[in-house]
């Protein structure tokens, strides 16, 4: 997908560069260009993470906006705070960018330049917001959710406790293992045997994240003991799905307690993947009734108003409370669902993408 973002003036002076934060979030940037210079202005340009860093030459005059055209895969990226780059490197504030990040600043006494310190505070924001949401289950399944993004985001890892060293090594997994399970999950869409993929994982790596789920899953979804509810499971996923742990009213950016988009159907790609490789086969085989039940609910919460029903057009923004569904919805799965064989699941997983991504090529 491709986004062109104007950043508009004025500027209070020449500017030879800006730089560009946006909300955290698992949207990749694949690649940008600045539109408005001419021909072999620009002498420098990155991207790191959800960072964009460009530098040009001549300094353009104060009052001229520069626009930048950027290649993602995942959700929209949204900017939360810009710099123009000034005389002698100074950064100078862009006013109006698209998200509301007060709370982040406050709570951080100014503004952020450092985009792992960014996305901590916006994390930590986040889950303020949940600890103090009036709902019971919305601060219950929420900090289940905050809990995930903690431990697997790999803005965040190092907020989790973890060692340098597995931080590292659950930060490198994930890159790897997001490609390979959105790989097979369209295979499954398109009917296709699930072929043995090649890819830089073994089966150790596999299993690494495995047991990382499952110990989240255990530590906030149980009752009294470390065996995992899965009532509560049910129930944190149904929530999760149907957009109904969103903080919205309280928290105006996009993290938000909800789906990233269609990759949620990657819960379920996940966990047949384990099993086919007989990692925690008796835990997954419990959990995918739940998986697979869910992407049932979402489709119906995020389908998009407009477009084609395509991967990259389930997006936050379609939620409106209009949509979600009900308890007899959501009753109908569990009763569907619940006792499902895996050979039955796989195949209606199969199909539920097929529905929901009805036009995808």
């Known amino acids: 997908m491709n986004q062109v973002m104007p950043f508009a003036s004025p500027h209070p002076e020449e500017a030879g560069g800006l730089r560009v934060f946006f909300v955290p979030s698992r949207t990749t940037i694949e690649r940008f260009e600045v539109l408005e210079l001419a021909e072999g202005s620009v002498v420098d340009k990155e991207h790191r993470q959800l960072v964009v860093d460009v530098r040009w030459r001549p300094s353009i005059p104060a009052g001229k906006s520069i626009v930048l055209s950027i290649d993602v895969e995942g959700e929209p990226l949204v900017a939360a705070q810009a710099f123009w780059r000034a005389a002698e490197g100074a950064f100078l504030p862009v006013p109006d960018v698209a998200a509301d990040i007060s709370p982040v600043l406050a709570a951080a006494g100014g503004p952020l330049d450092d985009y792992r310190t960014f996305a901590s505070a916006m994390f930590m924001t986040k889950c303020d917001s949940v600890r103090k949401h009036p709902n019971h289950r919305v601060r219950r399944y929420g900090s289940f959710f905050c809990d995930m993004d903690l431990n697997t985001n790999r803005s965040l890892l190092h907020l989790s406790g973890m060692s340098v060293q597995q931080s590292g090594e659950i930060s490198t997994t994930v890159f790897l293992i997001e490609p390979l ?20 994982l073994e089966r ?60 949620l159907f990657c819960f379920a790609e996940f966990g047949f993947l384990a099993v086919e490789l007989g990692i925690d086969v008796d835990e997954w085989t419990a959990i995918l009734p739940n998986h697979v039940a869910i992407q049932k609910i979402f489709a119906v919460a995020y389908t998009p108003d407009e477009g084609k029903l395509r991967f990259r057009n389930y997006l936050p923004g379609n939620w409106s409370a209009t949509k979600k569904v009900g308890p007899q919805f959501k009753a109908r799965q569990r009763v569907r669902f619940w006792d499902m064989s895996l050979n039955d699941l796989e195949a209606a997983a199969g199909e539920n993408l097929r529905e929901a991504l009805a036009d995808e090529p």
């Not at 790989?183 to 890819?199: C, F, I, N, V």
């Not at 789920?213 to 899965?230: A, F, H, P, Q």
């Open 181 to 200: 399970v959105l790989a097979r999950m369209h295979e499954r869409r398109k009917g296709q045997p699930l072929s043995q993929l090649s890819h830089p």
């Open 204 to 263: 150790s790596d596999i299993s690494r994240i495995s047991t990382l789920l499952l110990t989240i899953y255990r530590e906030n979804l149980n009752v009294g003991d470390s065996r995992i509810d899965l009532e509560e499971l049910w129930t944190a996923f149904e929530m999760f799905a149907n957009g109904e742990l969103r903080v919205a009213e309280t928290l105006k950016f996009p993290w938000n307690c909800e789906p990233n988009g269609a990759a």
